[in-house]
């Protein structure tokens, strides 16, 4: 009983030195009708998507055959766990990941991601500019939480 004592006090100071560091940057709050139940979501990462001659840092030809089985599957939404490009910087990678997605989106998926190492690699500023231009409905908040539902 006494080790509880003294981790809730512990706890306390902990959250109210963590929290405030997350609230101060804006969170967006999303939300999804995935329509009639059930329905299908997808989880994915690591597509770190580049110039297809480029076999050393990604797998064009695995990477396309994935987007086209999820696309076929029709999901509500896909999950993005990060690493949607190789070079977050590049725009050139950013227009091969709009090239190599649109599977998905033309299926009638939204894309919801999280931002992964490589996609703020380089100057961070571009890189971030990149990826917020393909999701504004984040709001430029690099966390957000997604409502599928009541």
């Known amino acids: 009983m006494r080790i ?23 969170h967006a709050s999303l939300t999804l009708d995935p ?37 076929q599957q029709q999901p509500k939404f896909v999950l993005i766990s990060g690493d949607l490009v190789l070079n977050g910087s590049n725009s050139s990678d950013w227009a091969e990941y709009d090239k190599e997605i649109k599977p998905i989106t033309n299926a009638g998926a939204t894309i919801y991601p999280a931002l992964g190492n490589h996609d703020a690699h380089g100057d961070l500023d571009t890189a971030l ?16 939480s997604v409502k599928a539902g009541n």
């Open 4 to 26: 509880r004592r003294t981790f809730l006090p512990l706890f306390i100071v902990l959250s109210l030195g963590i929290f405030p560091a997350f609230a101060a940057e804006n």
């Open 35 to 71: 329509g009639p139940l059930p329905f299908k979501f997808v989880a994915y990462g690591d597509m770190r998507m580049t110039d297809s001659s480029n076999r050393h840092d990604s797998d064009p030809v695995r990477r396309k055959a994935i987007i086209g089985a999820i696309a």
């Open 129 to 144: 500019n990149n990826y917020f231009q393909r999701f504004s409905q984040l709001d430029r908040s690099r966390y957000y």
